[in-house]
């Protein structure tokens, strides 16, 4: 992994810079997403740049760029380098003064973790901290919040942490979607509160036909009193992964639906990516 790609021109990783005195970067002008790449394929590279483009709408960045274009310089790399399993990071950095300059980064971020399997049948704990992300449909680089609560997650032996807004309800992960089951419903916060999560969307389509989906605030008190039979969280890294305690509140440990969910969700995107 030696490559990368600046605004379609391929260069060394480590001149993949931005200065300290750029605008863009001191205001947090700019935005990202990770992309994996599994077995040599990357992983819904169109949904992924599609949100990339409509956060950068969200936050008045503009730019000239392509999804053709990008689709093809996230192939350039991945050939070039030979890559397999990794995540690769877009950021996209505005030009606040002119609104002409955006510079677009493609690189490989780290290698792919793959997590335990006992994870995926027991469950992980999270735990909770108060705080609500800026304009949460946008996925910018302000991420002090999810830093300092990811933080905290691993300070409690947790795998992650979940954002409580000032009514008491979860919004997300600091690096995930959250979801809760109840039959054959599964409970997701409101779009309008959230980001929209590739998985999240990869879940709903896979889903279709076997479980109603539900946008509605999730009360962490409700979460607590297990008035959901079960509740997981779902990203690009994490794939479908089951709770299993939240703070010191344990709440099952079988996990039936969740491993339906799970099925689905494997059977749709490889079948898509065959």
């Known amino acids: 992994m030696v490559h990368a790609i600046l605004n379609g021109k391929v260069i060394k990783k480590e001149k993949a810079q931005i200065p300290i005195y750029h605008k863009g970067y001191f205001f947090d002008f700019a935005v990202y997403s990770s992309i994996k790449v599994l077995n040599g394929k990357i992983f819904f590279p169109k949904y992924h740049i599609q949100r990339l483009f409509q956060s950068a709408k969200m936050i008045n960045l503009k730019h000239n760029f392509k999804i053709k274009e990008v689709l093809g310089w996230l192939e ?151 008035n959901y039979q079960e509740c997981f969280i779902a990203s690009t890294s994490i794939n479908v992964m089951p709770i299993n305690q939240i703070d010191n509140v344990y709440l099952r440990n079988s996990f039936q639906k969740t491993y339906e969910i799970q099925k689905l969700f494997k059977n749709y995107w490889q079948q898509k990516l065959k």
Not at 162 to 190: C, H, Q, V, W, Y
Not at 207 to 216: D, H, I, L, S
């Open 76 to 226: 350039k790399l991945t050939k070039i380098d030979k890559l397999k399993n990794v995540l690769l990071r877009i950021v996209l950095v505005g030009d606040p003064d002119e609104q002409k300059n955006a510079l677009l980064y493609i690189f490989p971020a780290s290698e792919l973790t793959f997590y335990p399997d006992e994870w995926y049948r027991k469950g992980v704990k999270v735990i909770t901290f108060e705080g609500e992300r800026f304009l949460p449909q946008a996925k910018t680089t302000n991420l002090l919040l999810n830093f300092l609560a990811l933080e905290k997650a691993k300070k409690c032996n947790a795998f992650e942490a979940l954002l409580i807004d000032r009514d008491g309800n979860i919004r997300e992960g600091t690096r995930s979607n959250f979801f809760a089951i109840r039959e054959n419903k599964i409970f997701t916060p409101p779009k309008e509160k959230v980001l929209g999560g590739i998985t999240q969307k990869l879940i709903i389509l896979a889903t279709k036909g076997k479980f109603k989906v539900v946008y509605r605030d999730i009360a962490l008190k409700d979460v607590k009193r297990k």
